[in-house]
């Protein structure tokens, strides 16, 4: 049976309790509204460690003045019994108040360099500081031995292996491998907001990302391959903020170079904005 926890003191005394039995702890943070792809992470958290605590934390540090905050699905209820499901042992249900007990305009942040400002941080400036902010707080709450993130958010999880790396936590961090619905599409809770005709639409997104890296594997200039997925995106009804090939740790690389690449896209379907991305060898 699964354990739900809301108060920290609590927290912290079962994650003790484990450790003085000699078990390890594996942290999947979510802001809750869970489908198949969160349960996937934590199937993979069971696998490298022998407890799993998931949080549901919808966090408002990370949204921006016109995103949707107040309209993000909670569903906690769904959220424990999904968990359970998976073999989650805790679920960890922070107030807002618990997690920023001074108020969210008057928090501590913790700010990442560099990573954070370009693609989805220059579209959404501050979203990965709080991010950062939040993150940090729940590795100094649960205090796990492994930490698992999807890598569907791709330049968030290059975030937050940057700033394990800087601030010295002693957690491993795994990244997950994207789990997608049947027709392509990354499963995302964003998803819902999507009608059926969207829905099936949205897998082109998918289809889009594979020609780029097709494009890139034959010779061709990176610019013209972004600047076409760009023009294709935009004529099959999509408005791209980005797509893009970068280095894996999503600098810009040369023509010609070889290695490890990755495209990723962000890009809104009617009133729904999506990413998604695709990891190969150039």
Known sequence: MIEILTDLAALRARVSQWRREGLTVAFVPTMGNLHDGHFSLVRLARSHADRVVASVFVNPTQFGPNED?????????????????????????????TMYPYGVDATVRVQVPGVTTTLEGAHRPGHFDGVATVVSRLFLQVQPDVAVFGRKDY??????????????????????????????????????????DERAHAARIRQCL?????????????????????????????????????????????????????????????????????????
């Open 69 to 97: 905050f107040g309209q993000y699905p909670r569903t906690p209820d769904a959220d424990a019994r999904g968990l359970e499901a998976a073999g989650c042992d805790a679920m960890w249900l922070p107030s807002v108040e």
């Open 210 to 282: 594979l020609a780029m890296a097709a494009a890139v594997r034959s010779g061709q200039p990176r610019a013209e391959v972004e600047q076409q997925a760009a023009e294709r995106l935009a004529a099959d009804s999509f408005a791209p903020d980005y797509a893009v090939v970068r280095r894996p740790d999503l600098t810009e690389p040369g023509d010609g170079e070889r290695g490890p690449r990755v495209a990723l896209i962000a890009a809104r379907l009617g009133r729904t904005r999506l990413i998604d991305n695709f990891e190969f060898d150039a």
């Open 155 to 196: 330049q968030q999880l290059a975030v937050i292996r940057y700033m394990v790396r800087d601030m010295a936590f002693p957690i491993e961090i795994v990244g997950a491998d994207i789990v997608r619905e049947a027709n392509g599409l990354a499963m995302s809770s964003r998803n819902q907001y999507l009608s059926a």
